[in-house]
């Protein structure tokens, strides 16, 4: 199964139905100001408005280029009218094209569908280094100073978006939304089951410390 993540940063957009064509799934998901809130799963394509509520689409995509989780992303800038100079800035900027918006969800899909058909949509990062830590995305490992981490998918995936995020406090609710599983009460309280697992991993490979409870908030992975 081949799969393909269409961020943007319209909260309405990333609502869209999900679409299906032979072993593919193109699947919608918001992009907030500090970057993706789930895990990116195979190819990524980000639609970003050129205004947002709380900073330009310029810097979006700034940001973007810096961040290594979609710094390889196709990146198409919507803009509000088909101006020469936004045009011109959009692509500066590191946009990898531009369209008029607003875009409806088949327009997005046409244009995702078409660089997809020509093996042109980004892959995701396949290896996340973070100092003795080594998670490799396609083999579902995750090794520390060269040492298997003991872990299952679940555990897998928190430590994975954790590790996509480091040093910030990620609530339950945004571990539950990062691994696709919103909408169920009962994995709020399973979220607590998944760290006790995590942080037994890591300790056994000598990195207990670095998964770190702040009470009352969540979970940090201290890593410089």
């Not at 310029?58 to 803009?79: F, I, N, S």
């Not at 555990?155 to 919103?182: C, H, S, W, Y």
């Not at 169920?184 to 607590?192: A, F, G, K, Q, S």
């Amino acid at each position: 199964m081949d799969r393909i993540s269409i961020f943007t940063t319209d909260k309405l957009s990333a609502q869209y139905p999900s679409f299906c064509q032979g072993d593919a799934v193109f699947s919608f998901a918001y992009l907030a100001p500090d970057g993706p809130r789930a895990l990116v799963d195979g190819r990524a394509w980000v639609f970003v408005d050129w205004v947002m509520d709380t900073l330009s689409g310029l810097e979006m995509v700034r940001r973007l280029r810096a961040d290594g989780r979609m710094r390889d992303a196709h990146v198409t800038m919507v803009l509000e009218e088909d101006d020469p100079e936004d045009r011109r800035r959009a692509l500066k900027a590191g946009a990898d094209d531009y369209a008029v918006g607003p875009l409806d969800r088949q327009a997005m899909l046409d244009r995702v569908l078409a660089l997809f058909a020509h093996g042109r949509a980004s892959q995701v990062p396949q290896v996340i280094e973070l100092g003795a830590l080594q998670i490799n995305v396609a083999g579902q490992q995750a090794r520390w100073e060269g040492d298997l981490i003991a872990l299952r998918p679940n555990e897998f995936r928190v430590l994975r978006f954790m590790a996509e995020n480091p040093n910030r406090v990620l609530t339950r609710q945004e571990l539950i939304e990062a691994l696709g599983k919103d909408g169920d009460p009962d994995y709020l309280r399973t979220v607590d089951v998944w760290i006790k697992r995590l942080r037994q991993g890591l300790r056994h490979v000598g990195a207990g410390q670095i998964l770190r409870t702040v009470h009352g908030k969540g979970y940090v992975l201290d890593l410089i």
